[in-house]
């Protein structure tokens, strides 16, 4: 049996069912309270699923998590910089209208979410250190055009290797609705 703290568990109330049924598990909801009950590994999985969810990522993003070629790794951002204006901070991440953080998840092949102090990354394992380097960079202070470079050899470098792989195709499949 795992446990898990949410600060808001609206969406995960509206989505239980069919969270449910997708991971595999029993969920519990008790005011902020969510425990997860089933075989350890899917308690895994339902545990790196809801910590996406719980960090901001709409449910059909986070299950992303269930295919073994992603990954997801959280980002403190107080842990990154001596910075007291977390704001700006967040800021420069997210962008102005969030086009910072559309453009890395494009060049990046990745999906972001930012949340309080915590950055969240989903992208496969060839994209997801690419992703930390470009969003602790930006984090440290590195000037937007810099980090954009840096992904753009990377991705010359994949391409290169023949390692590009593009998930277009998944991200249409998100909409408005899903929380972005």
């Known amino acids: 049996m795992e446990i ?3 600060e808001k568990t609206s ?3 509206k989505n239980l069912e ?3 049924k997708k991971l595999e598990v029993r969920i519990e909801i008790s005011g ?3 425990t997860i009950e089933g075989d350890s590994v899917k308690e895994y999985e ?6 996406a969810l719980q ?3 709409p449910v059909k993003r986070a299950l992303f998590l269930l295919d073994e070629n992603f990954a997801f790794i959280k980002l403190n951002i107080k842990n990154l910089t001596n910075r007291k204006d977390l704001d700006v901070v967040r800021g420069r991440v997210i962008g102005k209208e969030g086009k910072t953080k559309r453009t890395i998840e494009d060049v990046a092949d990745c999906f972001i979410a930012v949340s309080g102090n915590e950055v969240g990354i989903i992208a496969d394992g060839e994209s997801i250190e690419e992703a ?4 602790t960079n930006l984090i440290k202070g590195t000037k937007e055009a810099n980090v954009y470079n840096f992904l753009e050899r990377m991705n010359a470098t994949k391409k290169k290797r023949g390692m590009l792989y593009i998930k277009k195709d998944l991200k249409k499949g998100d909409s408005k609705e899903d929380g972005d």
């Open 4 to 6: 898990i703290f949410f």
């Open 132 to 135: 930390k380097t470009a969003v």
């Open 46 to 51: 339902a545990m790196r699923v809801l910590e």
């Open 11 to 13: 969406d995960l109330r």
């Open 18 to 20: 069919m969270l449910q």
């Open 32 to 34: 902020r309270k969510v």
């Open 55 to 57: 960090i901001g990522f």
